[in-house]
């Protein structure tokens, strides 16, 4: 491989080891009053506690993403959004859900927690979350 080839390969890795987790999810990044807005406004919220350094984040984002492109109504029926651990790790939504640790996924409707995954990337236990995001009301 001679020089040039070398350091077009080179920025092309580090530009996509750059990239989020979910990269092109369609996932809202989380601000303060988001979920409570979106709650009000009858939504099913699943909330994505995860850090971009995170292999089990990266794990779970692959199944969701698997998961989100075989059954549309996931994307359609829930509202995802997604928490930056290291900039949101002290914040009040954080303190409010109890969230132990990134690599944490919420399921939320109105003022109900429906569910709950904490540092399982394991394909069967999200589907299970995400289908409670479709099937209880």
Not at 37 to 52: C, I, N
Not at 93 to 100: Q, S
Request: glycine share 6%.
């Amino acid at each position: 491989m001679d020089r040039r080839h070398f350091l077009v390969s080179a920025t092309a890795l580090a530009a996509v080891a750059a990239l989020p987790a979910h990269a092109g999810s369609g996932a809202l990044a989380y601000q303060p009053g988001l979920v409570t807005e979106r709650l009000a406004a009858g939504d099913t919220v699943f909330l994505d506690f995860k850090a971009s350094w995170c292999t089990t984040c990266r794990a779970q984002g692959r199944q969701i993403e698997a998961l989100k492109a075989e059954n549309p109504a996931y994307a359609d029926r829930i509202t995802f959004i997604d928490v930056d651990w290291d900039e949101w790790k002290g914040s009040d939504i954080v303190a409010r859900l109890n969230v132990p640790r990134r690599s944490t996924l919420i399921v939320l409707r109105g003022d109900q927690e429906l569910g709950r995954v904490v540092a399982n990337p394991r394909r069967e236990d999200i589907k299970a979350l995400m289908d409670l995001g479709l099937t209880t009301s």
